[in-house]
């Protein structure tokens, strides 16, 4: 499914956008977004040429978000981890984000991940685009088709969450404890409690 055609663009508002109107299997790559976003209309930043810009058109799938994780991670190779929900870290900083939006018959997984140029506080990979790109798509060839249980378990050994106190917020509510493991749709228990969504800070 990651292996379709990749339409390559210049300058786009989202990578998000350009790709919610073509058929599951198109990926499209752009070296500049003036609009990229991440999750709750945050801003997802990069200057032109500085960063892989992605996005997959998909079958859905509840475990879409993490499958992408998986396969980035692999992509980006064995330094980088996942921190729940959608985060990449590279030495515990943020290298990039995955954001799954879905419409009735698809689903657009994008993924940002920065190269040569970083956000203050955040990390970069330092690889070339298209090689990455390469690896991308090939591994969300394997793991967005994967079982559940494989997605979930590889999730497991590339957690940067599990096992860490963390603090968790939904809105305005914050909890913190221990985040122990993953549910069976991907959701985070934090000291047995399930959480189907939130924004974690590793404590
Ligand atoms: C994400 O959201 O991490 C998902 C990012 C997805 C970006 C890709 S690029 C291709 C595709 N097209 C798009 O328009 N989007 C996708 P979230 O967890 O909400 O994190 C967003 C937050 O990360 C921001 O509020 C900033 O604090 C921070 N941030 C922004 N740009 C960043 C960067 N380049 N590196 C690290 N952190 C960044």
């Not at 040429?49 to 998909?58: C, E, I, Q, R, W």
């Not at 993924?111 to 955040?122: K, Y």
């Not at 994967?146 to 050994?157: G, I, M, T, Y």
């Amino acid at each position: 499914m990651g292996k379709g055609k990749v339409r390559r663009l210049g300058s786009v508002n989202s990578t998000q956008d350009v790709a919610r109107e073509l058929p599951i299997g198109s990926i499209v790559v752009a070296d500049h977004q003036t609009s990229g976003r991440g999750r709750l209309e945050r801003r997802w930043e990069a200057p032109p040429g500085t960063a892989l810009l992605v996005s997959f058109v998909l079958e859905r799938n509840r475990l879409l978000s993490l499958a992408a994780g998986v396969a980035a991670a692999e992509a980006c190779g064995p330094d980088v981890r996942l921190k729940w929900p959608n985060d990449l870290l590279l030495d515990g900083r943020k290298v990039g984000g995955i954001l799954v939006e879905a419409t009735p018959d698809k689903a657009i997984c994008g993924i940002g991940i920065n190269l040569t140029w970083a956000p203050e506080g955040a990390a970069k990979l330092d690889q070339p685009r298209d090689a990455l790109l390469r690896r991308l798509q090939e591994a969300m060839a394997t793991w967005t088709v994967a079982p559940p249980e494989r997605v979930l378990e590889r999730w497991r050994e590339l957690s940067a969450t599990l096992g860490r106190r963390v603090r968790i917020e939904v809105g305005n509510k914050k909890t913190e404890g221990i985040a122990e493991d993953l549910g069976p749709n991907g959701e985070l228990v934090v000291d047995g409690f399930a959480f189907v969504a939130g924004s974690v800070t590793h404590l």
